[in-house]
């Protein structure tokens, strides 16, 4: 859409998304034992975002959409996978908002797949900066559905109702009834994780991927 703005022919764009590798999945020990390393349980409903610690990527809004689903889902703990600049601001935010006990920092990992094996949803609450999200792909691929702000490229990496759900970007309450919507609908939930890896499969695998270089390649 950007290319069209600025005056680029129709004929001449293609577009091919962001292709990842699919991740290991995790033993049901392994999982066990990372679990056991954050103070875990199976039992436990884990939200989860992947995203570098920076106000564009919204983690503010998930803290406040999840300090409304506290007294809905007792056992619902966040995972904030990744380092950067707003750490202590969004320690300080869940002190305020009396979940730092549910929220664990993770810190930067090149291994993010040993945390997203444990996710029961993916969250992306991006606000200022999301192209094709590699997170999303990843959980994909995994079966994790993905519940993220209609911003951005998220509008086409998440298919509403069929891979995850969309949510009002900024929007803490409209993030909190997707996540209240998926959890307390176990048939909504295994329709989406099945859509998930469906979709990971039919646009954002890494051999997706390259056959769409090689068909690029092939038209020059």
């Known amino acids: 859409e950007e290319l069209l703005r600025e005056g680029v022919p129709k004929e001449r764009i293609r577009l091919i998304y962001n292709g990842t590798k699919e991740p290991p999945r995790l033993s049901a020990s392994e999982k066990k034992q990372v679990l056991s390393s954050l103070g875990l349980t199976e039992e436990n409903i884990i939200l989860g975002c992947v995203a570098r610690l920076e106000k564009v990527k919204g983690q503010d ?3 406040k959409a999840a300090a409304q689903l506290t007294n809905v889902f007792p056992t619902m703990h966040l995972l904030l ?20 006990d549910r929220v664990h920092f993770t810190g930067y990992t090149d291994t993010p797949y040993v945390y997203q094996n444990l996710f029961t949803l993916n969250i992306n609450p991006s606000r200022g900066t999301e192209t094709s999200c590699l997170a999303t792909s990843e959980c994909a691929a995994l079966g994790i559905p993905t519940i993220a702000s209609d911003f951005g490229g998220n509008r086409e990496c998440v298919a509403h109702e069929v891979s995850g759900l969309l949510f009002k970007s900024e929007d ?5 009834l997707a996540v209240e919507k998926v959890l307390l609908d176990e048939r909504l939930l295994k329709l989406l994780r099945k859509g998930a ?9 890494l051999p997706h991927m390259l056959e769409g270089y090689r068909k690029l390649y092939g038209e020059n």
């Open 61 to 63: 809004v998930l803290l």
């Open 197 to 205: 890896r469906k979709r990971y499969e039919a646009m954002f695998s």
């Open 81 to 100: 996978v990744g380092e950067g600049g707003e750490k202590e601001r969004l320690r300080a935010l869940c002190a305020k908002l009396k979940i730092s």
């Open 172 to 176: 803490a309450k409209s993030l909190a």
